[in-house]
Every structure is written in structure tokens, then in C-alpha cells.
């Protein structure tokens, strides 16, 4: 089955730039969305077809995918941006959804 | 405001079935699918299925070899997940989601219920 590569931890200074990366096979052709889960907390959607962000959520959340790699970028962290994030693809081979792996960032 | 609010916690012997409701208000119903996702505890997340909650159609993933079973009841604007024979390794927090559009695929999830925790312990 298909899988989706995260770093498991990231970490980041209150203030500086945070890129999480989210890797499969042939991944060019896929379109990611992108959630961030507090603990104890459901997902809440950031970044929707690679770049898009829902109403709400702040212009420092950003996303790109090229190649084999698509990437979450937090611009000037904050302590609130704690949590884990996961990426998601649809996987039309398999017809279902796929979840990466989960990344925790940690704002230091 | 947009909300989907699940049914509470449940304990559930090996062997057993369990059903979750998500009951949804603030929008058309009919017009969104809704996903079922699973999420085991420390674990990433685990998607489950979606149903048309317009024409009912549904689309489960093979993982589950037929034990899930995705429903709708239009009138009172609620989906349901039923999974059955149950084991260990079915404990976790079931959350449902609407979909961003009537079918599923493609779309993200942009609307998600509090979750529900289904432990399975004799």
C-alpha cells in the first residue's frame, strides 16, 4: 500500500521558520492536504491541494509539493503552533485515503 | 455554525460490534460526504471510509475485509459507523469529517467531530 514519510520531530525557535516534509513514491502526480492535531484535540485542516489555506488559518502556514516531496512551512512559530501535523493524499491506485506518518513540532 | 458531534465513549468486550453516531447541524447535509478516520493510541491516523450521504453510496477501505459498515439517515442529518468483531486492536478514537465536496476522493476533510474513544478489552 501506499506510504507518506514524515520526520517524526521537528523543531523550531518562536519566531523562526519550521518546514515539515512528507515523502512518497511518484508524489508529483498526488495533491496534499496537510493537518494539524493538538493533543487530546481533533484534526483541523491547514493546507488543502497542496497550497490552498481554509478560512481561518493564518498566512504563516504555507504549502508547496514538488517531485517526491511536499512541504508544510510555519513562518515566524509560535508557542501555539505545538502539535502534531500530518499530511494526506488520496490514493487513486488503491481507492483510499492515506495518512503520513505524523510529524511533532516542538517550538523551543 | 458548522458542527458534527459524535456520540460518547463505549468499553466493548472482543467479539463484539460498536456503532457511532456524528450528528451534523449547520450546513446541507446531503451536499458533503462524511469519512470515518480512526486514530489507535500514539498512532498517526487511519482512514475508514466515506459515505454519499446524498445517494448513500459508499466506499470502505479493504484494510477492514468487510467489518465497517457506513450508513446515513438523512432526517435526523446523522451518519454511523459500525464496525464488527471487534479486537485489541480496533481500541482507538474514531473521529468522523466532512468532506469538502458530495463525493469522496481527491478532497480534504475540512469540518471534524470531538471523536469518540472505543476501548476493547475483555
Known amino acids: 500500500s501506499y506510504v507518506l514519510t514524515q520526520p517524526p520531530s521537528v523543531s523550531v525557535a518562536p519566531g523562526k521558520t519550521a518546514t515539515i516534509t512528507c515523502g512518497g513514491h511518484?508524489?508529483?502526480?498526488?495533491?496534499v492536504h496537510w493537518y494539524q492535531q493538538k493533543p487530546g484535540q481533533a484534526p483541523v485542516l491547514v493546507i488543502y491541494?497542496?497550497?490552498d489555506r481554509p478560512s481561518g488559518i493564518p498566512e504563516r502556514f504555507s504549502g508547496s509539493n514538488s517531485g517526491n516531496t511536499a512541504t508544510l512551512t510555519i513562518s515566524w512559530a509560535e508557542a501555539g503552533d505545538e502539535a502534531d501535523y500530518y499530511c494526506?493524499?488520496?490514493?487513486?491506485?488503491?481507492?483510499?485515503?492515506?495518512f503520513g506518518t505524523g510529524t511533532k513540532v516542538t517550538v523551543l | 455554525q458548522v458542527h458534527l458531534v459524535q456520540s460518547g465513549a463505549e468499553v466493548k468486550k472482543p467479539g463484539a460490534s460498536m456503532k457511532v453516531s456524528c450528528k451534523a447541524s449547520?450546513?446541507?447535509?446531503?451536499?458533503?460526504?462524511i469519512h470515518w478516520v480512526r486514530q489507535a493510541p500514539g498512532q498517526s491516523l487511519e482512514w475508514m471510509g466515506w459515505i454519499n450521504t446524498g445517494n448513500g453510496d459508499t466506499k470502505y477501505s479493504q484494510k477492514f475485509g468487510g467489518r465497517v459498515t457506513i450508513t446515513r439517515d438523512t432526517s435526523a442529518t446523522t451518519a454511523y459507523m459500525e464496525l464488527t468483531s471487534l479486537t485489541s486492536e480496533d481500541t482507538a478514537v474514531y473521529f468522523c469529517a466532512r468532506n469538502q465536496g458530495p463525493h469522496g476522493g481527491y478532497d480534504a476533510f475540512d469540518i471534524w467531530g470531538q471523536g469518540t474513544m472505543v476501548t476493547v478489552s475483555s
Open positions: 494526506q493524499v488520496w490514493d487513486s491506485s488503491g481507492e483510499h485515503y492515506v
Open positions: 511518484n508524489f508529483g502526480s498526488k495533491t
Open positions: 491541494y497542496d497550497t
Open positions: 449547520g450546513y446541507s447535509f446531503t451536499n458533503y460526504a
